[in-house]
Structures are given as C-alpha cells and as structure tokens.
C-alpha cells in the first residue's frame, strides 16, 4: 500500500467508528384528539405549540365524566409512504393492568416519553381531568431501530369497552449520523 492509501484507511476508520455518534429527533407535526361518547369523556383541550422552529409541545386534556376503571387502548403506528402505510404492528393494551404492571415494550417507549408531563402517575380508576402537559419527546435517551420519515400514532380509548375516544399523533423522526 502507499502511504496515501495508508493515511486514507486510518481516517476512514477514526471517522466510522470511534468518533461517529447518532444524532436523533422527534418534532410533532400534528395532534387530533375527538371524544366518540360524549356521556363519558370530553377533550377539553388538544394541541400542538410550537416552541422553535425544531420543537414543538403537546397539549391533552381529557375529563372522564364517569371512573375509568377498566380501560383500553388500541394502538396502530403508520408511518408516511406515499400514503399511511401499517407499520410496527397493531395492539390492545389493557391500561389499567399496564399501569399497575408495565408488561409492554411497544408502549413502554410512549408511556416513559409521557410520563414527566402527565398527572396519570397511578393505577385506576381514573376520574376527573387527566392531562399531558407541555410535553415534547427528548429522543436522545432512547435507542430506537427506526428509519427517519414521518409517523402517525393513532390511539382509540375504550372506557368498559365502549370507545369514547381517540388521539391521533403525528409526529417527523430524524435521525442523522453526525461526524465529530
């Protein structure tokens, strides 16, 4: 080899692999929140501001009319490909028992974003005025397989298995590879 080769080899691998980090971030683009039994729960409010121009923050503010204490949740995750396209699977959590027990991993990552910004912080029955609050989502702490592109979390809410309502979440992931 030449020392060109040499010296080419040696950079290449100082830039790959020791000085090489993943740069990650997640901005909301836009929330729709809808009660579908209005005797049960009311949206209060529903809401993105925005912060700067690469954050924004949520705002929900859900009152349960009656005590939720059996509670459900059923989670798809789209992400954007020339239309929503299924992604990451579709399930139904039972909340109540994930709160007493946190027993999912898929909803372990959007329960731990959400719980510094939440009064949800105990087990049921819920009642009264739940809320998230100026909530954005510092990803750095999380190392998650996702490509970068635009998702939408649509979450339906059953109260004793009747659907009262609905959040729908979208939201842009980027997730650069930064040279230092």
Same mark, same amino acid.
């Given at each position: 080899?030449?020392?060109?080769? &040499? ?7 100082? *830039?790959?692999?020791?000085?090489? =980090?993943? &740069? ?16 049960? /729960? /009311?949206?209060?409010?529903? +809401?993105? +501001?925005?912060?700067? +121009? ?10 349960? *009319? ?19 396209? $299924?992604?990451?699977?579709? =399930? ?7 709160? +007493? ?14 719980? $510094?910004? /939440? ?5 049921? $029955? ?6 998230? &609050? ?7 702490? =999380? ?8 998702? *939408?979390?649509?979450? /339906?809410?059953? *109260? ?9 979440? =979208? ?10």
């Amino acid at each position: 080899m030449t020392p060109k080769w &040499k010296v080419s080899i040696i950079l290449l691998y100082s *830039l790959l692999i020791e000085n090489v =980090y993943t &740069k990650a971030s997640v901005k909301f683009t836009n929330v729709k929140c809808g009660s579908l039994e209005p005797s049960l /729960t /009311t949206i209060d409010q529903c +809401r993105l +501001r925005a912060i700067s +121009r690469n954050k924004t923050i949520l705002n929900i503010a859900v009152n349960f *009319l009656k005590a939720a204490k059996q509670l459900e949740v059923h989670w798809q995750t789209k992400v954007w490909g020339n239309g929503y396209k $299924p992604w990451l699977g579709e =399930y139904d959590i039972d909340f109540c028992g994930y709160l +007493r027990k946190p027993n999912h991993p898929v909803f372990k990552i959007l329960y731990d974003a959400i719980k $510094p910004f /939440t009064n949800i912080n105990h087990s049921c $029955p819920l009642s009264g005025m739940q809320y998230v &609050k100026d909530m954005y989502w510092d990803i750095s702490n =999380y190392k998650l397989p996702m490509p970068s592109g635009d998702y *939408l979390v649509l979450l /339906t809410w059953k *109260l004793n298995k009747i659907p009262c309502m609905y959040t729908n979440i =979208y939201f842009n992931f980027k997730q650069d590879i930064i040279f230092d």
